[in-house]
């Protein structure tokens, strides 16, 4: 009677059902860590059970149905040296270890890559994304990462994973050829070499990344907004005819406040132009004229210069006439405008050569007095 209510103490079914979704590690809870010999110990899909015996692993169970017996303990009937059968309790601990995928765990770049672009030159870029790992070697797993913790979840070694993988990305993408604005047509191939490399790192603690992304790799915003104001440029070819376009926006809404100011405006000039046909205070109307009105003055032209590797203006065409007489502008002097395929030399255009005259030659000498 004794004997038969101590055995009936003893859990004799061992499993571990998961609900929580992040739990890599769970350490089978019982009294005295005493396990029934005969139990049961279910293991599901997705589950290892490893067993440790005073302090030093021992077996290891996939997914399956088994009856703790020494047949099917191998290792711990080793350590305790079973040579034969036995009806009694042994105290071992049982850890059971999650082997699905982990997913959609993040990475980042906590400081900008500094990388060497063949068309910006040095640039710092940022990148971030997500990856998955499962646990591929489960004693591994628990003689290196996990220890005698006992319930551990994927944050816990997240972090380390992540430094891992931001060391490596570091190293490729600052040692790629690829320009960074091609980079987004690349990430699947980065992550691949990333994952690659990472490989025998992350094995070593008993873990493999199925998967590796990289969501995205930007510049710093300074240098996003030069490249979305040289963007703007190429669209907008002529200046003035984008600020003709604007205008003609601005007239079509004037709930905007810009084409407020410029109905205004307009106004303002419809006002001038009946106040000028009126003509004086109580004078008739002068005729009115079929003409049409003259056109609108053409938009001056304003040029850059390129001096000492550096831009200067825009100044306009009576500005550089001042300029060549201070001896700061010259016919080899590189210009610019827009709509001008590249920077030309003034000499080169004809609407500048004309500042550049030739001296005229001095006066004749006075003439003499007649008579004398």
């Known amino acids: 009677m004794v004997f038969g209510f101590i055995k009936g103490q003893f859990i004799d079914v061992i499993e571990w059902t998961d609900d ?38 021992a077996d290891v ?32 601990e049982i850890y059971f270890i999650n082997t699905t995928r982990f997913n959609d765990l993040k990475w980042g770049t906590k400081n900008p ?38 319930e551990f979840t994927a944050d816990e070694i997240s972090f380390q994973i ?22 987004a047509a690349n990430t699947a191939d980065l992550g691949k070499l990333v994952t690659k490399a990472i490989a025998p790192t992350v094995a070593e603690y008993g873990l493999t990344l ?15 907004k030069a490249l979305d104001k040289r963007t703007s440029m190429g669209i907008v070819g002529d200046l003035n005819r984008y600020m003709q376009f604007n205008a003609a926006e601005a007239m079509a809404n004037p709930a905007s406040g810009a084409g407020a100011t410029m109905a205004a405006g307009m106004a303002a000039g419809m006002g001038l132009g009946m ?29 850059h210069l390129a001096v000492n590797g550096a831009t200067e203006g825009p100044y306009s065409r009576s500005h550089l006439g001042r300029l060549i007489t201070e001896g700061r502008f010259s016919r080899d002097t590189l210009v610019w405008t827009a709509g001008q395929d590249g920077w030309k030399p003034a000499g080169e255009i004809r609407d500048l050569a004309q500042l550049f005259t030739v001296a005229p030659p001095p006066p004749p000498p006075p003439m003499a007095p007649p008579g004398a």
């Open 61 to 92: 169970f996939g997914p399956g149905l088994y009856m703790l017996e020494t047949n099917n303990m191998p290792v711990m009937t080793t350590l305790q040296h079973w040579d034969h059968g036995f009806n009694s309790p042994f105290k071992s």
């Open 162 to 183: 992540r430094n891992v993988i931001l060391q490596e990305m570091s190293r490729v993408l600052a040692g790629s050829t690829i320009p960074v604005l091609d980079m």
């Open 210 to 224: 199925p998967e590796l992304y990289i969501e995205n790799i930007s510049l710093p915003e300074e240098v996003e």
């Open 113 to 150: 890559i500094m990388t060497r672009d063949p068309e910006f030159g040095p640039v710092r870029i940022r990148a971030f994304g997500s990856y998955s790992m499962r646990v591929s070697d489960p004693a591994k797993f628990m003689v290196e990462i996990v220890g005698t913790d006992g």
């Open 275 to 303: 106040a000028q046909q009126v003509g004086p205070w109580g004078a008739a109307p002068a005729a009115a004229s079929n003409a049409p009105p003259p056109p609108p003055p053409a938009p001056e032209t304003l040029w």
């Open 20 to 57: 929580t979704r992040d739990t890599m590690v769970w350490r089978f809870q019982r009294h005295g860590n005493e396990i029934k010999y005969g139990a049961k110990l279910t293991v599901r899909e997705g589950q290892a059970a490893v067993f440790v015996h005073e302090g030093q692993l």
